[in-house]
């Protein structure tokens, strides 16, 4: 055996002699007090559940599904299949519901989030406090007819009231039903102008003899200008906003 080899072995034999003390060593985790690998990951994936579904279920308590319906029904009557495009419209009606629902933010903000993050309130009072501003926005909102309709389904005979005192589990989809509802009654009546040019135009095709040219292609310019000449965006968006002040 060679001077090399002698080395390389004497150096092997070093190595492995200081690591085996520490391959025999232990790996902890720490969990926190009395805490369990299974019960830390139960409420790690509770937490992630949670932090993901929380933006839908804070649009869903605002007047965004309101918006967002009438917009989509403005752009089918007018035919523009993707003008403007969805991220558009979405953009318009979130930025107009920040716009409607600010008063009610700042008192769920000032009532609840700030004395929670000032160590002044435990969370289940300041989720109680930062709700509250919602649920009395929703009930000035909600439909009688689609609130009965609900509480008849979860209650039967014993009806419950409509106040800020109405569970959750109740009140949002009675809210959402509400909202949709008076999104398509307004959007009925958005649709019915550019319904009539429609019509004038397929008349004037059919009595000019021109069948084969399809009355919407015709009709799309003139809607157009319709909805430019009468500040259309603008007398839409406001007339909406207004309806929750």
Not at 81 to 103: C, D, H, K, R
Not at 123 to 143: G, Y
Not at 181 to 204: E, K, M, N, S, W
Request: hydrophobic share 55%; aromatic share 12%; proline share 6%.
């Amino acid at each position: 055996m060679t001077r090399i080899q002698i080395v390389c072995l004497l150096s092997a034999v070093a190595f492995f002699a200081h690591a085996a003390p520490v391959a025999a060593q232990d790996i902890a985790f720490s969990l926190g007090d009395d805490g369990s690998i299974s019960a830390r990951t139960i409420q790690l994936f509770l937490l992630l559940t949670v932090l993901s579904v929380a933006p839908g279920i804070a649009i869903m308590v605002t007047c965004f599904p309101f918006l967002v319906t009438v917009f989509s029904i403005l752009r089918q009557g007018i035919g523009l299949q993707q003008s403007p495009p969805n991220m558009l419209i979405v953009s318009l009606a979130l930025f107009l519901t920040y716009f409607v629902m600010e008063p009610v933010f700042l008192a769920a903000w000032s009532n609840g989030i700030q004395p929670l993050t000032e160590n002044q309130l435990d969370v289940e009072t300041a989720f109680l406090r930062s709700i509250e501003p919602f649920k009395s926005f929703m009930v000035s909102r909600t439909d009688a007819d689609n609130f009965s309709a609900l509480s008849d389904l979860r209650y039967g005979a014993e009806r419950a009231s409509l106040d800020e005192q109405t569970p959750l589990s109740l009140l949002v989809p009675s809210f959402m039903l509400s909202e949709i509802t008076r999104a398509f009654q307004i959007g009925f009546l958005i649709y019915l102008p550019f319904l009539i040019i429609d019509l004038v135009v397929a008349a004037i095709l059919m009595s000019m003899g021109m069948m084969m040219v399809p009355p919407s292609v015709v009709s799309l310019p003139f809607k157009l200008a319709f909805f430019v000449v009468a500040d259309g965006w603008s007398l839409i968006a406001g007339s909406l906003v207004r309806s929750y002040m």
